[in-house]
C-alpha cells in the first residue's frame, strides 16, 4: 500500500526567501511522484514529476524536488519565493501496477510574506 | 490544450436531494476519476472507471455513484445527499498510454448541502 504525509500544514515565508515544502512516502514498489499545486478557485496544476530517471527533478515556476530513496522524501524547494507562490501544495504517490491511481498527501498552505 | 471541464462551480442543494455533478473531458482519456477534497485530508477517491460503462470503487465509495456512458464524460450522483457530503468535489482524467501516471483535473465544484 502507498502513502503519502506532508509533514507541515502551513508554511510561512517571506518574498525573497527558500522555499522548502517537505514530503515523506511509503511505497511498497518504485512510485512515481508528483507534486501538484492549487491556487485559489483553481483547478490543480502538475509542478513537477519523478518517475525513476533523474533523481533532482525540475518543474515548472523554478521550482525543484529531489527523489531520496533512502530516506524516502521527495522535498520541495525554490531558491526564492515570490508572492505568485502562494497556494497549496499536493505530494502524490502512484505505484506503476496501481492502475493509473493516485494517493494525495493532506497538502501544505505556502504563504508569502511582502 | 488538455481541458477537463465540471459542469457546476458552486451548487447548494438541500439534505435528501439527488445530485448529480458532471465532468467533461476532452482529450480522449481512458480513465477518469472523482475525488472529493476537504482541508487536512487532501484528495481522496470516490470512483473511478479505465473505460465506457466501467467502474471501480475508490477509498470511500459509500453515498456515491458513478455513470459513463460515453469516454468524454463521467457523472457523479449523490442518490440522497447529505450535510456531511458537504465538500469540493474534483474530476480529473488521464490516459492509460501517458506515462506515469499524470492526471489532469478539473476546476472543481463547492457543493453545499443545507
Known amino acids: 500500500a502507498q502513502s503519502v504525509t506532508q509533514l507541515d500544514s502551513h508554511v510561512s515565508v517571506s518574498e525573497g526567501t527558500p522555499v522548502l515544502l517537505r514530503c515523506n512516502y511509503s511505497s511498497s514498489y518504485s512510485p512515481s511522484l508528483f507534486w501538484y499545486v492549487q491556487h485559489p478557485n483553481k483547478g490543480l496544476q502538475l509542478l513537477l514529476k519523478y518517475t525513476s530517471a533523474a533523481t533532482l527533478v525540475k518543474g515548472i515556476n523554478g521550482f525543484e524536488a529531489e527523489f531520496k530513496k533512502s530516506e524516502t522524501s521527495f522535498h520541495l524547494t525554490k531558491p526564492s519565493a515570490h508572492m505568485s507562490d502562494a497556494a497549496e501544495y499536493f505530494c502524490?504517490?502512484?505505484?506503476?501496477?496501481?492502475?493509473?491511481?493516485?494517493?494525495f498527501g493532506g497538502g501544505t498552505r505556502l504563504m508569502v510574506k511582502p | 490544450d488538455v481541458k477537463v471541464t465540471q459542469s457546476s462551480r458552486y451548487l447548494v442543494k438541500r439534505t435528501g436531494e439527488k445530485v448529480f455533478l458532471e465532468c467533461v473531458q476532452d482529450m480522449d482519456h481512458e480513465n477518469m476519476f472523482w475525488y472529493r477534497q476537504d482541508p487536512g485530508l487532501g484528495l481522496r477517491l470516490i470512483y473511478f472507471s479505465y473505460d465506457v460503462k466501467m467502474k471501480e470503487k475508490g477509498d470511500i465509495p459509500e453515498g456515491y455513484s458513478v455513470s459513463r456512458e460515453k469516454k468524454e464524460r463521467f457523472s457523479l450522483i449523490l442518490e440522497s445527499a447529505s450535510t456531511n457530503q458537504t465538500s469540493m468535489y474534483l474530476c480529473?482524467?488521464?490516459?492509460?498510454?501517458?506515462?506515469?501516471?499524470?492526471?489532469?483535473f478539473g476546476p472543481g465544484t463547492r457543493l453545499t448541502v443545507l
Open positions: 502524490v504517490v502512484s505505484e506503476g501496477d496501481a492502475g493509473n491511481m493516485l494517493t
Open positions: 480529473a482524467s488521464s490516459s492509460t498510454g501517458l506515462a506515469n501516471n499524470e492526471q489532469f
